[in-house]
């Protein structure tokens, strides 16, 4: 892989994957120890998924559709898995994020859940799982890998370090960690700014990167990055050309580092364009180039759950290059439910000690989010990035909703003063849609 300026100090315990003893150490334990199934001492008699947008309604619509009980804890403005008909009751999160993890020790005990499958939906809630392992693991079954394994996934600057140690492409990063050294740095442009965690919300974190186009733009967003996150977690990174038709996904359920059930998809169109924040539009391909360096990746971390991992087609080399490790339900989930392979409800007979049915991915499956698909395929047709009857083609053969179901109507109708909100906001604020 090439690095030129962009390579790291071999200083940085991080990006230089920390000492060899200790990576010795590791392989020795991975060898050794036994595989690590869901964390749980009896089948679970029901789902606990926490969150409660369009992510976890996919969650929620899987599993109730087969009679499993489930509730929700949301966060406040999240309505949409709420009023499904397969969701018995919903709770809310306590403001103070510190509360949380004694808010659901005490749920399980209120409203006699223990032994219950907690599915996380977000990043933040599959971390504060992941933690809290071992006090969470007394009240419920959990279906995430605890902190040793997740922050590999969870912390991209862990995810870059190991994936460079396993030879798996992935853009060029830099983390000067101070003002000063922005400076002086030699970079070719445009870069994107971003931070490693997400662990609040505000301009950057919701943007999810910034676009730099110039040394001195560089130094100014990064001042401006440093006063919303900290410096240690900010990552300078060149930008892959194109926009989502060149991103493709890998996504699995796995045990122990083996996948069980496994698809490929790719993005098609996203929002925003360059770095999209979410999917909207996809569909199955046959994408055999990314299945190893996703295994190798899996089986390193011995990963237990379910994960997607993302790449994209750098149009100047035609490598794909690792971009992201999410390790829970990803947006677009129920698209592999239509193709053949229902993450979920897999999950689900995992962490009840069931065998696994064999699945078969369909290629040419479409998800569609009709909400946000709309502005971003107008914005793309207008710029000339997107033809007209490639738009067309998205309509037509197979499709998955990401919202409405015949048999669960209620979520779709309250999406759309949800969405009318929040692009009237975006418009108020001089943000667009």
């Not at 749980?40 to 969650?59: E, F, Q, S």
């Not at 020790?105 to 809630?125: K, S, V, Y």
């Not at 983390?175 to 490693?196: C, H, N, Q, W």
């Not at 050309?241 to 045990?255: K, M, V």
Request: glycine residues 8%; neutral net charge.
């Amino acid at each position: 892989m090439r690095h030129g300026p962009w390579r790291e100090s071999p200083r940085d315990g991080v990006a230089s994957f920390g000492a060899e003893r200790m990576a010795n150490a590791a392989a020795t334990s991975r060898l050794m120890s036994p595989p690590r199934p869901l964390k749980g001492v009896a089948p679970p008699p029901g789902a606990l998924v926490l969150g409660a947008d369009y992510r976890a309604l996919g969650a929620v619509r899987s599993l109730g559709r087969r009679g499993v009980p489930v509730r929700v804890v949301r966060e406040q403005a999240e309505p949409l898995a709420c009023v499904s008909r397969y969701v018995d009751a919903s709770f809310a999160w306590p403001e103070d994020a510190e509360e949380r993890v004694a808010f659901l020790c005490d749920l399980a005990e209120r409203e006699r859940l223990h032994g219950w499958a907690l599915i996380p939906t977000a990043d933040e809630t599959a971390a504060l799982v992941a933690r809290n392992h071992d006090v969470l693991g007394r009240h419920f079954t959990l279906t995430t890998p605890a902190w040793d394994v997740l922050r590999w996934a969870y912390d991209k600057r862990l995810t870059y370090a190991l994936a460079e140690r396993l030879d798996v492409e992935c853009p060029r990063t830099v983390r000067p960690g101070d003002g000063e050294r922005v400076a002086a740095l030699d970079l070719s442009f445009p870069v994107v700014l971003k931070p490693a965690v997400k662990e609040s919300f505000n301009r950057l974190t919701a943007a999810k990167a910034w676009r730099v186009d110039s040394n001195e733009e560089l130094v100014e967003r990064y001042a401006e990055a440093c006063a919303l996150v900290p410096p240690e977690t900010l990552m300078i990174q060149e930008l892959v050309p194109g926009g989502g038709e060149g991103q493709f996904s890998f996504a699995a359920l796995c045990l122990d580092g083996e996948p069980l059930a496994w698809l490929t998809a790719r993005r098609a169109r996203q929002y925003p364009a360059e770095f999209g924040r979410a999917s909207t539009y996809v569909e199955t391909v046959d994408c055999a180039e990314i299945v190893d360096p996703s295994c190798r990746l899996l089986r390193w971390l011995r990963y237990t759950g379910l994960i997607e991992l993302e790449f994209k087609r750098d149009s100047r080399d035609g490598r794909l290059k690792l971009l992201d490790m999410n390790p829970r339900l990803w947006g677009w989930h129920t698209l592999c439910t239509r193709a053949g392979v229902d993450f979920p409800y897999l999950l689900w007979l995992l962490a009840c000690r069931r065998p696994l049915p064999a699945t078969c991915a369909r290629p040419g499956i479409g998800w569609l989010r009709l909400t946000t698909d709309t502005p971003t395929a107008v914005k793309e047709l207008a710029r000339g990035r997107l033809r007209l009857g490639d738009y067309a083609r998205s309509w037509w053969g197979p499709r998955e909703r990401a919202i409405f179901a015949w048999d669960d109507p209620l979520p779709g109708l309250a999406e759309l003063p949800l969405v009318a909100y929040v692009l009237g906001t975006r418009l108020v604020r001089g943000e667009g849609v």
